[in-house]
């Protein structure tokens, strides 16, 4: 079979998925729009088509929830039928309190999208003497497992009551957090790895119990990665036990070129990095050792990707995205030789043995397109990994954040991986949208 087509064999390796953030669709020829479609577009050119898992959209999908802003997203996925796609509400998806056009349009995506799971919950008081009301609500909260990672999409719209005048009303609810604490505790019973999708911070959380019991369930329970969109801007907080991360808008922001993430889970090790739209083929993410800044802790040889072989090396691995098949992929240490890095048939990654003497202080992996000339960064795309060279004394566990589920962790600025750090977003300190 060829590379080209797609999904036409599973391929063995890391989990890898794609993060196109918070679209805002409200007029079909307006710039996000256009930069969905194209972004879509360029998705869509990667081979082979295995070479990633599923594309994320984290939530606020449409400006206002209107019908008509759904079918641009509508026609955008037509054209692309055979993508894998994952998806949430965010609260823009109810801005003028109700779903009703949300459901259509989840509903018309039929098996591309998982039914939603309708739970009985309160609503808002009505009557006098004041009711709460239990009606059964959609929730599209959807438990998948994709390359040996329990992958859990946690719908935090649908069981609030925000609407646009009365702001931000992010929930879960007694049914969602039972769910949701279940599937933490089967995987880890069965030692999988955990990634969530929800639309925001659990600190974010209306209630402020809830903030604590969400945010205190994913470190109890080790959860690898949260994967969020509402911020507006590129993020990581590390908390050592859990990498949170946000991607950028598609639709209101100014936080650099609008692109998508791309993440992965490889054993023990998280990463993440941010492709711009505007950048040429390939686009490289080493996978694994882990950079010394998103290291689960406690650090150990084996928690970072740093264990040894026989000879004294380590081993690299790298996602490579790209249009055709890369002339060559490469790595060194620091400004030491290139070694040349192979793709196993079948595999996801290029992988090398690098010697290893506890010295270096960088990793890089580049990678060079069958286009590029000779000459310029086009058709060039490097990834920098600080790697783990100091190891921890005990086995002893880092202690619970002050606020777990937050962004007090957060990186500051990491360029390379796309992260400027000036919080330029609705969200945060930027623009009110």
Not at 15 to 36: C, E, M
């Amino acid at each position: 079979m060829s590379e080209t087509e797609p999904h036409a064999v599973p391929m063995c390796g890391p989990l890898v998925f794609l993060h196109v953030g918070d679209l805002h669709l409200q007029d079909a020829g307006a710039r996000n729009a256009i930069d969905l479609n194209a972004i879509l577009d360029q998705i869509a050119t990667i081979v082979p088509r295995a070479m990633f898992d599923f594309v994320y959209l984290p939530g606020d999908l449409a400006e206002n929830g209107y019908a008509s802003e759904y079918q641009i997203l509508t026609a955008a996925l037509g054209d692309h039928p055979d993508l894998p796609v994952r998806l949430i509400p965010g609260d823009h998806d109810r801005q003028h309190g109700t779903m009703d056009h949300f459901h259509a349009f989840a509903a018309s995506l039929g098996g591309r999208l998982p039914k939603p799971i309708v739970w009985d919950l309160e609503q808002p008081p009505s009557g006098c003497p004041e009711t709460w009301p239990v009606l059964p609500i959609p929730h599209y909260c959807a438990s998948a497992e994709i390359q040996g990672v329990r992958c859990l999409f946690v719908d935090m719209v649908s069981p609030g009551f925000g609407r646009k005048g009365i702001g931000l009303d992010f929930r879960l609810g007694g049914p969602q957090t039972q769910w949701l604490s279940e599937q933490l505790t089967q995987a880890a019973a069965e030692k999988k790895p955990c990634a969530v999708f929800m639309h925001d911070y659990p600190d974010d959380l209306r209630e402020p119990d809830d903030r604590l019991d969400i945010g205190g369930l994913f470190w109890a329970m080790r959860v690898r990665l949260v994967e969020m969109g509402h911020t507006h801007y590129n993020e990581l907080a590390p908390d050592g036990r859990t990498l949170y991360a946000a991607a950028r808008s598609v639709g209101q922001n100014e936080d650099g070129s609008v692109g998508y993430a791309v993440a992965a889970i490889d054993g023990p090790v998280t990463s993440w990095r941010f492709r711009a739209l505007d950048r040429t083929w390939p686009f490289v993410l080493i996978t694994s050792p882990a950079d010394r800044r998103v290291a689960t802790l406690p650090t150990t040889q084996e928690s970072s990707g740093m264990a040894l072989d026989a000879d004294g090396q380590i081993t690299v691995r790298a996602v490579v995205l790209s249009d055709a098949p890369p002339r060559y992929v490469h790595c060194r240490v620091d400004t030491g030789p290139w070694i040349e890095m192979h793709r196993a048939k079948g595999a996801r990654c290029y992988e090398v043995a690098l010697p290893w003497d506890g010295g270096g202080r960088s990793i890089q992996v580049e990678a060079v397109h069958e286009s590029w000339p000779g000459h310029g960064p086009d058709y060039v795309d490097t990834d920098v990994i600080e790697p783990v060279i100091t190891f921890s004394d005990s086995a002893a566990l880092p202690p619970m954040p002050e606020k777990p589920g937050s962004d007090a962790g957060r990186i500051q600025s990491w360029v390379r991986k796309g992260v400027r750090g000036d919080q330029l977003g609705p969200n945060r300190y930027g623009r009110k949208w």
